[in-house]
């Protein structure tokens, strides 16, 4: 607001070289936001040309057709998705939200600094070493690949996202609710419980949106771990197939009609991780108005 | 029950010992949490020590010429490891990504922060934050059957014929083995990571901008410094370590991201200057090989092996940022920000509860 004022009122005493360079910033700052946007047009407008043609019902209903045998779906990993991801869920958003409720509502000590720093550092994990992790403890003792061992694999990768955005979140519940729970002689534990989660329960939702919004999309853990199939399978202790799965072999598949059902899986992919992201960026930013 | 004046009183006087049923709940609330929280730290430990251990093999066998070598053939009876190829992929493709990442991000950081304002610089955030949301396979998709034919057919011979031929630096730019700019190739995977790490390194750029104090923009703008100086001389410096905090974290992101590298790195096995010839990856590698790798061999442990070096490299990285972000906040923090105030504050209330 100042420098705009001040741009407006000074500029007639400025030295033209001030001003060229003044103005070269801006315009390259504004051609940098332009930059940043052209990869994002392009491949959510490919994406929906090459996948909305690639739609149909058969995509999500049916199994895979063999090479050469037109049509056919990958209704298989879908399935296997949302038993995935569900597991993972389940797993990742009790243990997120305790840790986060921790560092958030105990967090003061040196313990509670190397947890947040852990969290931190977990967070560049990267989602290969998860599934190469997972694959050496429980793949190999299970025997198997399995659609279990994926859901571990992403809960390695959603638990510390689930902390850091809880951890956040609960620090945005003001301290007088906290103090009021408290002077009613409610103990710490319900305080927390009864009046600091519910309070920040939209937060804590969208945060585990985008949790999910993230474990859907991830294929590198799911292959070291799933493995992958082509029929339909509801047992999570056997190997499972998963939509990004599906689309990073499709896509590495020489036969052509595979390439089309790995645009459809692919918008269908992005129109839900987008969908999730927007509406979790919109709830928390009434969110975070509603709480100043 | 008794009224809660009375219950007041009673924790105020009466000693902690006697108010055990109270306290229990409390105790092992906290010692819950903190049991679970503590299990994050049990993760990382774990995620290395098991690497570790899976991944000993090949530097028993090789020692440290696993990482030199240059030899990657798993082919029983002629097995060999040496892991140099997928290291210097790595290293070139997440340099190339960060090459043309960071001047973005810090121009997105300072459009955002300091020069466009209201809902359209809001809208602006939310649209580059997006392309974090994209998943990984989504990328690879694209630079599949979009990005990598127009660089094969326009830009990368644009390149060979415009910046192939610089002395010295051409190189890299030089048609390759089969003297053209077909096929999956190094920079166009450093480009596809460019992409996908802008979000990560404009997000935290933003978060360093914002630390600078209103104080010092608004000395620099009384001495009549225009924006542009204002923040070269006011926001820049004290944001330089954060920067180069976040272009480290970005760094950490590119040399883990796996599926979308090794969708269009062409997984060749070769060292070569030229960017135009394909590679691999250190997670490409792993994402290639790993379900065909038998167990029995050093194959499997070679690559686990390989993990474990990518999670060495991933964590100092992020560790080494998150110092030199806390470092550039710092930096400002012996005249506190409004904001840092509003945390003491908040922490002080707190830690006078019981």
Redesign the interface.
Known sequence: MIAAEHGSVVSHALSPSRRIKDRAFTVAVWTCGLIALVPLVLITSYVIVKGGTALNLDLFTREPNPPGLPGGGIVQSFIGTGIIVGMAVLFSVPLGLLTGVYLSEYGRGRFAGLVRFVAEILLSTPSIVAGAFIWAVVVVAMGTFSGFAAALALTVLMWPILTRATEEILKLVPDDLREAGLALGLPRWRVILRVVIPTAGAGIFTAIMLAVARGLGETAPILLTALGNEFINTNPMTPMDAVPLRIYFYAGSPVVQFHAIAWGAAITLLAAVLALSITARILSHRQVKRTR | MTS?DQ??DE?AEVPAGTRRN??L??T???G???L??????V??V??VA??AV?GFRPFQQYGLHFLTGRNWNPVRGRESFGALPFIYGTVVTSAIGIALAI??????A???N????GWFSNV?A??????A??????????G???LQPVMDRTIEPFLAATLGKVPVLGALFAPNVSGGTQGGDLFTAGVILG?MI?PIV?AVAREVVMTVPRDL??AA?AL?S??????RMAVLPYSRSGIVGASM?GL??A?????AVA?VVGNGLGIHVSLFNSGSTI?SV??NE??EAS?AGLHKAS??AL?LV??VI??I???LS?LLIRRSAALVSAEPAPEALETIA??G???G??
């Not at chain 2, 300091?114 to 304002?117: H, I, K, P, Q």
């Not at chain 2, 939310?126 to 392309?131: A, I, S, T």
């Not at chain 2, 994209?134 to 694209?142: A, E, K, M, Q």
Request: net charge positive; glycine share 10%.
């Open positions: 809660i219950r007041r924790r109270l306290r709940g409390d092992l609330f906290r819950g949490t903190r679970i929280a503590s299990g994050l730290i993760l990382l774990l995620l098991v690497l899976d001047p973005v991000s810090v121009g997105l300072l459009l955002l300091e020069v466009a304002r602006l939310v649209l580059v934050d997006l392309l949301a994209i998943p990984s396979v989504v990328y690879g998709l694209w599949v059957f979009v992409i802008l404009t923009r608004e703008l009549g225009t924006r542009y100086e204002m923040i974290l950490g992101r040399l883990g991201e796996t599926i969708m997670p792993i994402a790993f379900r167990s690559l686990l993990a990518l999670i991933a964590l990285f992020a560790a998150r908040f922490r209330g707190e830690g509860l019981p």
